[in-house]
């Protein structure tokens, strides 16, 4: 606790003495909008996600609110209907906002275990008799939801591709459980048997202290999925869309701040650009049905 109120004050000292970036700032919005896919609840991601909100508030100059999708359709429709003007997504998530919301792509997480991707997984609860996927036959399967790059699209690519897997035919219930950490959650508590995440949001469950780290079994591990951007309108002025750039890739060189990215099981965030995302596409048009689209 003493560790955490030092961090927290460290932080604030931090954030307080940042100074505004230097920018031409004709055509910026008075303030703006951060919103992010469901990860896990409201009242979680606003306290997680609260010293990157206040950093970009204070170096931009800007007021800053953040708001917490309640499902990643959402999210999307209100970045299309201007509502929001920046949301950090998935890559699944972001190339559909980026047809359907004129999202652009700013800046990728680098990960400290997968460098700029992430893993998806197949969890099941330690102890449990699954120890592969072919033993799940007949159980109940958890998704996140239709639009999660970790949480569906990946693990459908898997199970279609690699496991010949029909989801509805082969368990015996398919649900969508909303976020990762409910994912996790089910999965940890028993209430799951089958689960579908990725290892940034069980690192970042364990850092939280919402599971612990042998509460979980990992009975498979995807390829690597590039790294969730954080997105903008595309019709945001260029010189805003530059600062926040900037703002974003430097977050590590702030000490404070680079604990707080470490506990996200992050390194920071590099420049990106749509064009990082081109190759997610043939997965990301294909598999968005829970059921396995026709072989090509």
């Known amino acids: 606790m003493r560790k955490l109120l ?15 970036i230097q920018a031409d700032r004709t055509g910026w919005p008075q303030s703006i909008i951060f919103a992010t896919v469901p990860v896990e609840g409201s009242a979680d991601a606003t306290a997680r996600f609260r010293p990157m909100v206040e950093h970009l508030q204070s170096r931009l100059g800007i007021n800053v609110t953040f708001r917490n999708g309640a499902d990643y359709a ?57 120890t592969n996927i072919q033993q799940a036959r007949g159980q109940e399967f958890a998704f996140v939801d239709p639009a999660s790059t970790s949480g569906f699209r990946v693990p459908m690519f898997d199970l279609c591709t690699r496991f010949n897997i029909e989801p509805r035919q082969f368990f015996s219930r398919v649900l969508f459980a909303g976020t990762h ?73 702030t000490p404070a701040l680079r604990d707080w990215l470490t506990e996200q099981g992050l390194r920071g965030f590099v420049p990106s650009t749509p064009a990082d995302y081109r190759d997610f596409r043939q997965i990301n048009s294909r598999f968005r049905e829970s059921t396995c689209p026709p072989r090509q």
Do not use: C, W
Not at 8 to 20: F, M, N, R, Y
Not at 121 to 129: A, E, F, M, N
Not at 210 to 223: G, N, P
């Open 6 to 20: 030092l961090t927290g004050i460290a932080l604030l000292l931090s954030l307080a003495s940042a100074q505004q």
């Open 181 to 253: 950490e409910n994912v996790i959650l089910g999965v940890a508590q028993g209430r799951i048997p089958v689960g579908a995440t990725n290892d940034l949001s069980l690192d970042t469950a364990i850092n939280r202290g919402a599971v612990k780290a042998e509460d979980i079994t990992i009975i498979h591990r995807s390829d690597l999925i590039p790294g969730s951007p954080i997105a903008v309108r595309r019709d945001l002025p260029a010189t805003l869309k530059n600062a926040i750039r900037q703002v974003l890739t430097e977050m590590s060189n």
């Open 74 to 130: 959402a999210v999307i429709l209100a970045m299309q209907n201007r509502q929001v003007d920046m949301a950090y997504f998935g890559p699944a998530s972001y190339l559909d906002a980026e047809d359907r919301a004129n999202a652009e792509a700013l800046v990728r997480e680098h990960s400290i275990r997968g460098g700029q991707g992430y893993f998806g997984l197949l969890i099941v609860r330690r102890g449990s008799p699954i």
